[in-house]
Structure formats: C-alpha cells, structure tokens
C-alpha cells in the first residue's frame, strides 16, 4: 500500500542529501516517479544537497496541483509510482491534502522532506498538515548541531549574525551564508540574512557563533550562557555595567 511519509528535520541535518539517495534507489529498482521541490538554494526547479548533489525537479508553484500532475503524466503513458516532495514546509496546506489524495485514490508514494518550524519556532502551515495527514513522521537520525556542540534543535535567522525572531516566514537563505565583517554596522550595504541551527538553550538566549565569537574577543570571562540581546544594544557595542 502506498504511502504519505514525512521526514523531517532541521537544516543541515541531510534532508535533501536523502531525498535524492531515495529517489535513486527507487528508480534503480525500475520503480518511475517525479521529483518536486520549492525554494532550493541553488534555484528554481533543482534540488541540491549541501554535499555537492544537485538534480532538476517540477518547481512548485502556488498554482500547482499534485492530483493534475500525475494524473496528466499518466495520461501521456508515463510511469508514476512515487513523488519525491522536497521543501515541503513550503507548500500550502492544499496542496499537502492533494498529496494524501494522491496516494489514497491513485495508490501513488509520496516522501515528502521538510523543516517542521520556522525561526521563530512555529509550524510551516504545510508541515504542520503533513504531520496531521502523515501515514508517518520520520525525524532525520543525522543530527544537526548547535556551535557549542550539543544537537542542534532549531533554526535561528541572523541578520549579519545577530539573531532575529521578527519578520517574513519565508525568506531563502542558508546556514553557511558569511557575515560580511567589513561592515559589521550594515551602513551603506545590504544586510546579510542568514540562518543558523542551535541548541535549545543557544537559540532562547539568542547566542549565535558569531555573537558567542564577538564577546569572546571583547570579554575572554564572559559566559555563553547569557542573552546576547542583554549583552548586545542595537549598535552591536556592549552596554555599559553601570
């Protein structure tokens, strides 16, 4: 019996290095599918890894639908047995029902692969329906990890490695954008927005690496275990102890 399995996780913990190992290995065995994807960081209409991998894909849109996809495929005689769902926190919760369709009416696999939250720890809209509609929710084993070490729980985005918890849901980036250190005050030059994985405990005190360097250098005795917006104002210089 077919499948909607959702395998989720945080970025940088693999989740497209698998959607395209699962994707080989099911073509190999003669098996045809299709791979879908929205918002990859190498662009529209590819999926890609951060280990070097990179294949093209359907690009999704507002406007697709997943039970007019494979049933106009089928329709030309093309061989459809599974779909290989990659960013899937991006897609609208319709579109995660057109997935479970597809695989209740028309006996069709579907992996989707996906973050669960967004930066400031809430649910994707299309997550949170794949974990509702989900035959199985499958949490990556490859543990992404915090700059401390300790496994990394959630997506932090910086803003020229400050932490920030207000903004768009949706904005591209990835965990291994630099911060342009030329500029650190971000006058006359287009901030840059990254992302970042973190411990718990990391990402409620806001301590990214790049905070955590910044007041090693100003202060070698200063914990880590502080809030970096306590110990940070907004001009990135440390508040006075007075």
Same mark, same amino acid.
């Given at each position: %019996?077919a499948?909607?399995? +959702? +395998?989720s996780g945080?970025?940088?913990c693999g989740k497209?290095t698998?959607?395209?190992?699962m994707d080989y290995? @099911? #073509?190999a065995r003669?098996?045809?599918?299709?791979? +879908?994807?929205?918002?990859d960081r190498a662009?529209?209409?590819?999926?890609s890894? #951060?280990l070097g991998?990179?294949?093209?894909?359907v690009e999704?849109?507002d406007?697709?639908d997943?039970?007019d996809?494979?049933v106009q495929r $089928?329709?030309?005689g093309?061989?459809?047995?599974?779909?290989?769902?990659d960013?899937a !926190?991006?897609?609208s919760p319709l579109q995660?029902?057109q997935?479970?369709?597809?695989?209740?009416e *028309?006996?069709?696999?579907? /992996?989707a /692969?996906?973050?669960?939250a967004?930066?400031? &720890? $809430?649910?994707?809209?299309g997550? !949170?329906?794949l *974990?509702?509609?989900?035959d199985?929710?499958?949490v990556l084993q490859?543990e992404?990890?915090c700059?401390?070490?300790?496994?990394?729980? @959630?997506?932090?985005r910086t803003?020229d490695g400050?932490?920030v918890t207000?903004?768009?849901?949706?904005?591209?980036?990835?965990v291994? %954008?630099?911060?342009d250190a030329s500029?650190?005050s971000?006058e006359?030059r &287009?901030?840059?927005?990254?992302?970042? &994985?973190?411990?718990?405990? @990391? +990402? %409620?005190?806001r301590?990214?690496?790049h905070?955590?360097n910044m007041?090693?250098?100003q202060?070698?005795?200063?914990p /880590?275990?502080?809030?970096?917006?306590l110990? !940070?104002?907004?001009n990135?210089?440390?508040?006075?102890r007075?």
């Amino acid at each position: %019996m077919a499948e909607l399995v +959702f +395998f989720s996780g945080t970025m940088d913990c693999g989740k497209s290095t698998l959607a395209l190992q699962m994707d080989y290995n @099911h #073509r190999a065995r003669g098996r045809g599918g299709v791979r +879908f994807s929205r918002n990859d960081r190498a662009g529209g209409s590819r999926i890609s890894s #951060r280990l070097g991998l990179e294949t093209g894909c359907v690009e999704v849109l507002d406007s697709t639908d997943f039970w007019d996809e494979v049933v106009q495929r $089928r329709t030309l005689g093309l061989r459809v047995d599974y779909l290989i769902c990659d960013e899937a !926190q991006f897609y609208s919760p319709l579109q995660v029902e057109q997935l479970a369709r597809v695989v209740d009416e *028309i006996d069709v696999d579907v /992996f989707a /692969f996906g973050i669960s939250a967004d930066f400031r &720890t $809430r649910l994707f809209p299309g997550s !949170q329906r794949l *974990i509702e509609l989900a035959d199985r929710v499958q949490v990556l084993q490859v543990e992404a990890l915090c700059w401390c070490g300790r496994r990394a729980t @959630h997506n932090a985005r910086t803003v020229d490695g400050v932490m920030v918890t207000e903004g768009a849901q949706v904005v591209v980036g990835d965990v291994d %954008m630099a911060v342009d250190a030329s500029d650190p005050s971000g006058e006359g030059r &287009t901030p840059v927005v990254g992302y970042e &994985t973190l411990c718990r405990r @990391h +990402f %409620m005190r806001r301590v990214t690496a790049h905070g955590a360097n910044m007041m090693a250098e100003q202060d070698p005795l200063l914990p /880590f275990e502080v809030d970096a917006c306590l110990w !940070q104002g907004s001009n990135g210089q440390r508040p006075s102890r007075n």
